[in-house]
C-alpha cells in the first residue's frame, strides 16, 4: 500500500545518492510499515489455515517473528528520520497520500497483536494495547487534515484514503480475545461507517476524474481488504457466527476479487514500484476470509482456499524479493519526484 515511493523509473533514479548512509536515513520510506502489514497478514494467512487443515503452527509463528523483526528495525530507522530531520516527516504529514501511512504503523501493532494471540499473549495484548491507543488517536487528526486543509483535490484520493479510517476495523480481530469488547465495537462501527463514505467518494473519482497514474495502480487491490477485515471482524464480535451479516461482507469481497481479477494483465505490465505492497494486505485478509468461510460452508470455497493460501505466499515472498533488488540497486532511498 505504499503509493509514493522515492523509486522512479526515471534515469535520475539510476544515480547512486552522493551519501548513502545521510540519504537512507532522510528519505527512509514511511509506507515501508506497508509491507509489515502484508507479511504479518502473511503469518495470520498461515495461523489460520494450520487451524483449518489441522497442520502445524511453525510457518504462521515464522513469519510473524520476520514481520516483528522488520517492525522494530523499520522503526528504528524512522525515529532516525524524525530526529534528524523531522521536517521531512511534517512534509509527509502534509502529504495528500502519504498522510495514510502514519496509520500503518499502528495498523501493524494491531496485526502483530493478532499474531501473538496463542504463542505469546501477554505479548500480543502489549502490541495490540499500544496500537488501538495509537490509531484511536492518531486518525482523529488525519480526518481533522482531510476536512481543514486547503490543498487537497479530488485527484489526489485514492484506495490508500482506506488506510486510517477503515483500517479501524482491524481492531476487533484480536481486541475480543483480548477483553476489549467495547473498545472494539467503536472501532468497528467507525472503521464500516467511513468504508461506505470512502468507497462512494473514491469509485466516483476512478469513474468520472481519470485513472490512477501507474505508481498508484497497485493500490487498485486495497478495496479487497475492508470488506474481507469486515468480515472477519464481525464474526469476531459475534462469537465466531457465520451470520447473514457476514456472508454479505464475505460475498462483497468475493465480488470485488472477481472485478480485480479482471486486471491482473494489468498489474502484471505495471514496473515494479514499491506501491506494488498494496497487493500484499489485501489479499492476506482476503485469504483469511475465505479460510473461515470454507470452515464453515465447505465446497468450491476450499478449493479457492486451496488456491488463495500459496498465490498469497508467492505473491509476499515476490514482493520481498523485488524489493530488496530495489535497495541494492539504491532506488528506494531517493527524493521524491
Known amino acids: 500500500m505504499i503509493p509514493s515511493e522515492n523509486a522512479s523509473s526515471s534515469p535520475q533514479s539510476s544515480l547512486p545518492p552522493s551519501s548513502p548512509q545521510a540519504d537512507v536515513i532522510r528519505y527512509f520510506p514511511l509506507p515501508l510499515f506497508a509491507s509489515i502489514m502484508g507479511i504479518t497478514g502473511l503469518a495470520l494467512v498461515w495461523l489460520k489455515a494450520a487451524s483449518v487443515w489441522s497442520f502445524s503452527h511453525l510457518f504462521g509463528y515464522f513469519f510473524?517473528?520476520?514481520?516483528?523483526?522488520?517492525?522494530?528495525?523499520?522503526?528504528?530507522?524512522?525515529?532516525?528520520?524524525?530526529?534528524?530531520?523531522?521536517?521531512?516527516?511534517?512534509?509527509?504529514?502534509?502529504?495528500?497520500?502519504?498522510?495514510?501511512?502514519?496509520?500503518?504503523?499502528?495498523?501493524?501493532?494491531?496485526?502483530?497483536?493478532?499474531?501473538?494471540?496463542?504463542?505469546?499473549?501477554?505479548?500480543?495484548?502489549?502490541?495490540?494495547?499500544?496500537?488501538?491507543?495509537?490509531?484511536?488517536?492518531?486518525?482523529?487528526?488525519?480526518?481533522?487534515?482531510?476536512?481543514?486543509?486547503?490543498?487537497?483535490?479530488?485527484?489526489?484520493?485514492?484506495?490508500?484514503?482506506?488506510?486510517?479510517?477503515?483500517?479501524?476495523?482491524?481492531?476487533?480481530?484480536?481486541?475480543?480475545?483480548?477483553?476489549?469488547?467495547?473498545?472494539?465495537?467503536?472501532?468497528?462501527?467507525?472503521?464500516?461507517?467511513?468504508?461506505?463514505?470512502?468507497?462512494?467518494?473514491?469509485?466516483?473519482?476512478?469513474?468520472?476524474?481519470?485513472?490512477?497514474?501507474?505508481?498508484?495502480?497497485?493500490?487498485?487491490?486495497?478495496?479487497?481488504?475492508?470488506?474481507?477485515?469486515?468480515?472477519?471482524?464481525?464474526?469476531?464480535?459475534?462469537?465466531?457466527?457465520i451470520d447473514n451479516v457476514a456472508r454479505l461482507f464475505y460475498y462483497v469481497a468475493l465480488f470485488l476479487a472477481f472485478v480485480l481479477a479482471l486486471n491482473i494483465p494489468h498489474f502484471w505490465k505495471t514496473p515494479f514500484f514499491l506501491s506494488a505492497w498494496a497487493y500484499s494486505f489485501p489479499l492476506a485478509a482476503f485469504t483469511i476470509a475465505t479460510l473461515t468461510m470454507a470452515k464453515t460452508t465447505g465446497g468450491i470455497l476450499h478449493l479457492l482456499a486451496l488456491i488463495l493460501v500459496p498465490l498469497t505466499t508467492a505473491v509476499i515472498f515476490w514482493l520481498i524479493v523485488k524489493t530488496i533488488q530495489a535497495i541494492r540497486k539504491r532506488l528506494i532511498f531517493l527524493p521524491e519526484n
Do not use: D
Open 64 to 241: 510473524a517473528i520476520i514481520a516483528t523483526i522488520l517492525f522494530f528495525v523499520i522503526s528504528f530507522f524512522t525515529l532516525l528520520r524524525a530526529i534528524r530531520y523531522p521536517h521531512e516527516l511534517v512534509h509527509e504529514w502534509r502529504h495528500p497520500v502519504r498522510i495514510n501511512f502514519f496509520a500503518a504503523i499502528t495498523i501493524s501493532l494491531l496485526l502483530l497483536g493478532a499474531a501473538y494471540r496463542e504463542l505469546f499473549p501477554a505479548l500480543g495484548q502489549t502490541f495490540w494495547t499500544v496500537g488501538a491507543i495509537a490509531h484511536a488517536l492518531i486518525v482523529p487528526f488525519i480526518l481533522h487534515t482531510w476536512i481543514t486543509k486547503t490543498h487537497y483535490q479530488l485527484n489526489h484520493i485514492n484506495p490508500v484514503w482506506f488506510i486510517p479510517v477503515v483500517g479501524n476495523v482491524v481492531a476487533p480481530i484480536a481486541g475480543v480475545s483480548y477483553g476489549h469488547i467495547e473498545t472494539s465495537w467503536y472501532f468497528f462501527a467507525v472503521g464500516i461507517t467511513f468504508w461506505i463514505v470512502l468507497l462512494t467518494i473514491i469509485v466516483h473519482r476512478l469513474i468520472f476524474i481519470e485513472p490512477l497514474p501507474p505508481r498508484l495502480t497497485p493500490t487498485l487491490l486495497i478495496f479487497l481488504a475492508p470488506p474481507s477485515v469486515e468480515f472477519l471482524a464481525w464474526t469476531t464480535l459475534n462469537n465466531g457466527a
